[in-house]
């Protein structure tokens, strides 16, 4: 019976499970009722920031379309990389009526891919490990034709770095981060902003879990 190195395949998939959060013990979070989400900075940033907002939406916040605010920042010539200028941030609000926007970053953004591997009787074949393409393929027995084979799929990985920012004031409210790893990019983006939302309910009065 071969045996492949499923444990070291299984290690990948173990991440930060929770993020690590600040918030500002001054800042009023009663106040904030309705809020919009920027699109992150990075490669993907704009899937976290609408995976941000529908977590949000899921717990109860009051959240503004996220095109709304860019067509507001092109329609007044502002650079979305300056929205944490206070004067830039203070106009937006008061145009799109809300009392926070959340801006983020994408740290890291590596997707999923999967790898054939191949055996000889001495063992795992190290220069057998060939790419194939993405796709959440988990182990399932040798590669169609390839004798002495397994397909594997590395884990995608993201780190996101997340602040919900006063429009009044233009002061940090709440910052998290936090890296993990999951079957694709898409659900591993989601199981950071879920975690990020979570993090505000005991804060927030305006969410429930």
Request: proline share 5%; glycine share 10%.
């Amino acid at each position: 019976m071969k045996r492949w190195p499923f444990l070291l395949f299984g290690a990948l998939l173990a991440g930060c499970a929770t993020p690590e959060v600040a918030f500002n013990s001054h800042a009023d979070f009663s106040r904030i009722h309705r809020v919009a989400t920027a699109t992150f900075g990075g490669s993907g940033g704009d899937v976290a920031a609408d995976l941000m907002t529908q977590d949000l939406l899921q717990h109860g916040a009051d959240v503004v379309e996220r095109q709304r605010l860019d067509a507001v920042l092109q329609e007044q010539n502002l650079a979305s990389e300056n929205i944490l200028d206070p004067t830039t941030i203070k106009k937006v609000g008061k145009i799109l009526g809300v009392d926070a926007i959340f801006v983020g970053t994408v740290g890291t953004n590596v997707p999923s891919q999967s790898y054939l591997v191949t055996q000889s009787r001495r063992g795992v074949n190290v220069n057998g490990v060939t790419p194939v393409g993405g796709g959440d393929l988990f182990p399932e027995g040798p590669a169609s034709g390839v004798p002495d084979s397994q397909v594997l799929t590395s884990a995608a990985q993201v780190s996101l770095i997340a602040r919900m920012v006063d429009v009044e004031t233009g002061s940090i409210m709440w910052s998290g981060r936090m890296s993990y790893e999951g079957l694709n990019t898409e659900t591993t983006m989601a199981g950071i902003t879920s975690s990020f939302v979570k993090s505000l309910v005991p804060l927030w009065p305006a969410l429930h879990e």
